[in-house]
């Protein structure tokens, strides 16, 4: 079958009932889908132009399908519908590479037992890896609380069991990477693609153990990371905080300024996070944030925003010459694109800030300048 007739058919699942004509409604510009689809219903679209696919702008060096928190209720062994219809959407798009930022399974409950925990993984594996690898997309991702949380109390790992069965699958299914350091894989390790290099932290709890960060700092001063043309950090919990109900210690990173220093200083391009739900396109100092939204259950709304809360999923196109990102976000539920110009310009939250990327500090108004000081 040819890519163009997968790409035709996959659209055709995953679109079910959603008229064409609806989508045009819902923010989609004519540079992702052609005009003459615009009038036509679901069914006469899709056989009648195989060129009108829902599809971003066209690819850059790298393109990355970035989703995150994909679980539903402690013990899951479904996801949501939006989480299928995005797996069947993403070979569509051609991407080099999926990453997600974490919670791809709903463990983190005590009471779960082995069974049920592996069932969970065994679930992910047909409703998510499996079908991404079999169409021979690498899959990048970072442990999230509810994978295998790393909290500790009085010196101990409160999850160990899940996190050795976290460990367990991962070891027995090949994510397709070509790794740099695998000695703490699945929790902490790097990989390098097309060019860039991938740091993933273990940030399934707010605290970084002074170990993992010494093995941070020396893994992004090896030859291998500054040598190759843009880096990129992932890891489950953001810097800060940016959605209601995760503003609050614990639900993202401690010392997040001291963090970004240390990205900045080994010159990471972006830190990608999840957690919190919400999306948000953030940057602070030399740093971007791309903050992914829930592709499962619990979207959150941002901090400063009115926006009702929404699942959504995000295209990464990159130019390696120009160092520079393009983010495509749809709200995977209307498949709307999301304007980046609708989301609050800034989240302030405590002495917290983080700026939406394309605002720079000194276009600031005088109001959200006194906001962040
Ligand atoms: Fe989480």
Same mark, same amino acid.
């Given at each position: 079958?040819?890519?163009?007739?997968?790409?035709?058919?996959?659209?055709?699942?995953?679109?079910?009932?959603?008229?064409?004509?609806?989508?045009?409604?819902?923010?989609?510009?004519?540079?992702?889908?052609?005009?003459?689809?615009?009038?036509?219903?679901?069914?006469?679209?899709?056989?009648?132009?195989?060129?009108?696919?829902?599809?971003?702008?066209?690819?850059?060096?790298?393109?990355?399908?970035?989703?995150?928190?994909?679980?539903?209720?402690?013990?899951?062994?479904?996801?949501?519908?939006?989480?299928?219809?995005?797996?069947?959407?993403?070979?569509?798009?051609?991407?080099?590479?999926?990453?997600?930022?974490?919670?791809?399974?709903?463990?983190?409950?005590?009471?779960?037992?082995?069974?049920?925990?592996?069932?969970?993984?065994?679930?992910?594996?047909?409703?998510?890896?499996?079908?991404?690898?079999?169409?021979?997309?690498?899959?990048?991702?970072?442990?999230?609380?509810?994978?295998?949380?790393?909290?500790?109390?009085?010196?101990?790992?409160?999850?160990?069991?899940?996190?050795?069965?976290?460990?367990?699958?991962?070891?027995?299914?090949?994510?397709?990477?070509?790794?740099?350091?695998?000695?703490?894989?699945?929790?902490?390790?790097?990989?390098?693609?097309?060019?860039?290099?991938?740091?993933?932290?273990?940030?399934?709890?707010?605290?970084?153990?002074?170990?993992?960060?010494?093995?941070?700092?020396?893994?992004?001063?090896?030859?291998?990371?500054?040598?190759?043309?843009?880096?990129?950090?992932?890891?489950?919990?953001?810097? @800060? &905080?940016?959605?209601? $109900?995760?503003?609050?210690?614990?639900?993202?990173? +401690?010392? /997040?300024?001291?963090? =970004?220093? %240390?990205?900045?200083?080994?010159?990471?391009?972006?830190?990608?996070?999840?957690?919190?739900?919400?999306? @948000? &396109?953030?940057?602070? $100092?030399?740093?971007?944030?791309?903050?992914?939204? +829930?592709? /499962?259950?619990?979207? =959150?709304? %941002?901090?400063?925003?009115?926006?009702?809360?929404?699942?959504?999923?995000?295209?990464?196109?990159?130019?390696?010459?120009?160092?520079?990102?393009?983010?495509?976000?749809?709200?995977?539920?209307?498949?709307?694109?999301?304007?980046?110009?609708?989301?609050?310009?800034?989240?302030?939250?405590?002495?917290?800030?983080?700026?939406?990327?394309?605002?720079?500090?000194?276009?600031?108004?005088?109001?959200?300048?006194?906001?962040?000081?």
């Amino acid at each position: 079958m040819s890519l163009k007739r997968r790409k035709f058919l996959l659209f055709g699942i995953t679109l079910g009932g959603i008229g064409v004509a609806g989508l045009a409604h819902q923010g989609l510009s004519k540079n992702h889908l052609p005009q003459q689809s615009f009038k036509v219903e679901t069914s006469e679209f899709l056989s009648a132009n195989q060129e009108g696919i829902l599809e971003p702008l066209p690819k850059k060096d790298v393109r990355i399908v970035v989703i995150s928190d994909l679980n539903s209720q402690y013990g899951a062994t479904t996801y949501e519908p939006q989480v299928d219809k995005a797996i069947a959407m993403i070979p569509g798009w051609e991407p080099d590479l999926v990453l997600c930022g974490g919670d791809m399974i709903a463990g983190q409950k005590r009471s779960l037992s082995k069974g049920q925990i592996t069932a969970m993984w065994a679930a992910f594996d047909e409703h998510i890896s499996a079908p991404l690898r079999q169409v021979g997309i690498p899959f990048g991702f970072t442990i999230g609380n509810h994978d295998g949380s790393g909290a500790i109390v009085k010196g101990e790992q409160v999850f160990a069991g899940e996190r050795e069965l976290a460990s367990k699958y991962w070891n027995s299914h090949d994510p397709g990477l070509n790794f740099g350091d695998r000695g703490n894989f699945p929790f902490y390790y790097s990989f390098q693609q097309k060019g860039i290099f991938y740091l993933v932290w273990d940030a399934s709890n707010y605290l970084i153990s002074s170990q993992q960060l010494a093995w941070v700092e020396k893994t992004l001063q090896s030859k291998e990371a500054q040598q190759a043309k843009m880096r990129i950090a992932i890891g489950h919990m953001p810097l @800060y &905080p940016v959605a209601i $109900g995760r503003n609050k210690v614990g639900e993202y990173l +401690a010392d /997040g300024d001291k963090l =970004r220093s %240390l990205l900045e200083r080994y010159n990471v391009h972006t830190y990608i996070s999840g957690h919190h739900h919400a999306y @948000y &396109p953030g940057k602070r $100092g030399k740093l971007e944030l791309l903050h992914t939204g +829930a592709l /499962g259950s619990g979207p =959150r709304q %941002l901090i400063n925003s009115k926006i009702p809360p929404r699942n959504t999923i995000t295209i990464v196109d990159i130019d390696l010459d120009s160092a520079s990102t393009r983010y495509t976000t749809y709200d995977m539920k209307t498949l709307a694109v999301i304007n980046i110009h609708s989301l609050p310009r800034l989240i302030v939250w405590d002495k917290n800030w983080v700026l939406r990327r394309d605002i720079q500090v000194e276009n600031l108004t005088q109001s959200e300048k006194e906001s962040i000081n």
